[in-house]
T-cell receptor, first 120, second 113 residues
Framework: DTGVSQNPRHKITKRGQNVTFRCDPISEHNRLYWYRQTLGQGPEFLTYFQNEAQLEKSRLLSDRFSAERPKGSFSTLEIQRTEQGDSAMYLC??????????????????FGPGTRLTVL | LAKTTQPISMDSYEGQEVNITCSHNNIATNDYITWYQQFPSQGPRFIIQGYKTKVTNEVASLFIPADRKSSTLSLPRVSLSDTAVYYCLVGDMGYSSASKIIFGSGTRLSIRP
């Protein structure tokens, strides 16, 4: 399977603990995105990387959240001192830089299955 | 910021054609319209993308009027497996801020036998 993978798929933790999630994008994709999704809502943008550079961070990404993509391949999202409000599905997506021709889709994002975080 | 408005939910029956309309009154010149499908406990999946007029692929068609202030996703002959949430996104897809691409709450489509 050459799609986007995320680990772990589920994580249960106690409030105050640190958690780290990993995302492995499609190998030739330059861009990697992190989203958070709560029940009944669409994904909310958190941050994105182009290769190893973190180009944007949402205001949703508090100081307790940090993301890295050290070699421009896989990425990690760490949440420090978790709070119950952090409970959500964390989605990773990757995309090529842009469509290769005028008619191919622009920046189509390919999503992983997500990591469901429950903070007790 | 090109915000989109979609119906919260829709119901239909197997074999019917389903049309989901999305309003995006302040779409910008460089913006594309993209639709994603999401099943429970899975990440969204790209369905179709267009800029103007009509686009068709193996799973759906996308109709965009000349003023581009709305778009309609058309699913022909739906089946039970088309039950999902459908998101309409508007943005220039990679040429500017990724944070400006907003999923919204989507349309929850339920297909009945």
């Amino acid at each position: 399977d050459t799609g986007v993978s995320q680990n772990p798929r589920h994580k249960i933790t106690k409030r105050g603990q640190n958690v780290t999630f990993r995302c492995d994008p499609i190998s030739e994709h330059n861009r990697l995105y992190w989203y958070r999704q709560t029940l009944g809502q669409g994904p909310e943008f958190l941050t994105y990387f182009q290769n190893e550079a973190q180009l944007e961070k949402s205001r949703l990404l508090s100081d307790r959240f940090s993301a890295e993509r050290p070699k421009g391949s896989f990425s990690t999202l760490e949440i420090q001192r978790t709070e119950q409000g952090d409970s959500a599905m964390y989605l990773c997506a990757s995309s090529p830089l842009q469509g290769t021709s005028g008619t191919s889709p622009k920046d189509t994002q390919y999503f992983g299955p997500g990591t469901r975080l429950t903070v007790l | 910021l090109a915000k989109t408005t979609q119906p919260i939910s829709m119901d239909s029956y197997e074999g019917q054609e389903v049309n989901i309309t999305c309003s995006h009154n302040n779409i910008a010149t460089n913006d594309y319209i993209t639709w994603y499908q999401q099943f429970p406990s899975q990440g969204p999946r790209f369905i179709i993308q267009g800029y103007k007029t009509k686009v068709t692929n193996e799973v759906a068609s996308l109709f965009i009027p000349a003023d581009r202030k709305s778009s309609t996703l058309s699913l022909p002959r739906v089946s039970l497996s088309d039950t999902a949430v459908y998101y309409c996104l508007v943005g220039d897809m990679g040429y500017s801020s990724a944070s400006k691409i907003i999923f919204g709450s989507g349309t929850r489509l339920s297909i009945r036998p």
